[in-house]
Structure formats: C-alpha cells, structure tokens
C-alpha cells in the first residue's frame, strides 16, 4: 500500500516552455501532497504544500507563478514549470501524507527534467 | 538555511565495517524520520522515532532518538554494498517536512 507514481520519470524540454509534472497516489487518497526539489549530490528541498481543493503553500524564495501547482482531486496534483530556464534543470520528488495527523509520508519515484 | 545537519556528509567504507551517521538541531523534534535514497530515485522510508530515548532497529540499522529529542543516530552495522546510498533525516511537523542536509554512504565490496 501507500504507493506513489509521478510522470512523467524524465522530460527534457527547451528553454520558454512549460512543462507539467504529474504526481499520482495510486492506492490512497491524499489531503496533503508535498513537492521538493533536488540538485545533484543534494538534499531535498520544499518547495511546496499541496492541499485538495485550496491554493498551494509555497516556501520562502519559491516563485509561485513560475510553480504552478494544482491539487484538484485526493489522489492527484500537479506541478507546472512555466516558462523553464536551464537554471530550473533538476530532480522534482512528490510525496502525499496518507492523513492528516500521521507523520510519514511516501514519495513519488521522481521526475528529472532538463531544459536545454 | 537547514534546520537539520548530518555528519559526515560522505562516508566510504569497506564491506564488513560499522558506521554512525548522526543528526542535529537546535530545536527539539516532535518526530524524525530516516529515509534512503538512491540515485534517481525516490526516498524510502526507514524508520519515524517520536520518543525521546527511543532505540529502533531494522535488521543491522539501529536508529536512536536522544534524549531531549534534539539528535538522533543511525547506526549500521557490518555494512553491505547494498547499503550504498544517500541518508536523509527529516522533521516531520504537523503540516511540513524538512530535511537534513544528508549523508551519502558508499560501501565498497
């Protein structure tokens, strides 16, 4: 159980487009899903709270208009990279909370995108 | 800047040997979690410690909270290639979760 998928796995993309990176609980509904972006040899880094049917908790520093995220059903959101610099090339991780009140969470296998 | 701080960040030892990887804040945790990662991977969960004191063990991983829930340790022991990988703690927090900065261990067969 508690199983997350994310698609797609890689994207590579040219500069000035957008890109939307989806993020799936496959046996779980999820009030709560997470993002967290990831440089090379790096932590993890929130950028991001996702919560069914409100707007996105963003962290300090992260553009909300340039991270667009969109948590319209329990088992699913997504995360759109407008406007993509090479400078936004990077491993982007979900996780959804299986309810509230529970401290574990399960990540997404990760998507790699790269903008040439 | 990162709530949590790992040490080491990079560790490479030999099959068969012991290691300690530690993490520390300068709040006191409500939980912490340790997670696995592997290259291009997500992270897998390892363990959630909420007690302070508290001595969990997952086979030759042992995992403690200290004490005044500021710290805690993995432990591993006679360490395998397939315990290669990048060790992340986290703080889990009623509506977030923050990560340490992560300590990649590379066992050599």
């Known amino acids: 159980g508690a199983v997350v998928s994310q698609h797609p796995s890689w994207v590579i993309c040219k500069s000035g487009t957008s890109v939307k990176i989806e993020c799936r609980s496959l046996d779980f509904q999820a009030t709560t899903m997470f993002w967290y972006r990831q440089f090379p040899k790096q932590s993890l880094m929130l950028m991001a709270t996702s919560n069914e049917g409100s707007k996105a908790t963003y962290e300090q520093g992260v553009e909300k208009d340039k991270f667009l995220i969109n948590h319209a059903s329990l088992t699913l959101s997504t995360l759109t990279v407008t406007s993509a610099h090479p400078e936004d090339s990077s491993f982007y991780i979900c996780?959804?909370?299986?309810?509230?009140?529970?401290?574990?969470?399960?990540f997404g296998p990760g998507t790699r995108l790269t903008v040439t | 800047t990162q709530l949590l701080e790992q040490s080491p960040q990079f560790l490479s030892i030999q099959e068969g040997e012991n290691l300690t990887v530690y993490c520390n804040s300068s709040s006191v945790f409500s939980s912490l979690q340790w997670y696995r990662q592997e290259p291009g991977e997500g992270p897998v969960l390892l363990v959630t410690v909420v007690t302070g004191g508290e001595v969990k063990k997952l086979k030759r991983l042992t995992f403690q909270f200290g004490d005044a829930r500021k710290d805690s340790s993995l432990h591993i022991t006679a360490a395998q290639p397939g315990d290669t990988g990048l060790y992340l703690c986290?703080?889990?927090?009623?509506?977030?979760?923050?990560f340490g900065t992560g300590t990649r261990l590379k066992v050599l067969a």
């Open positions: 986290a703080l889990a927090g009623t509506y977030k979760y923050i």
């Open positions: 996780s959804a909370r299986v309810r509230e009140g529970l401290y574990e969470q399960y």
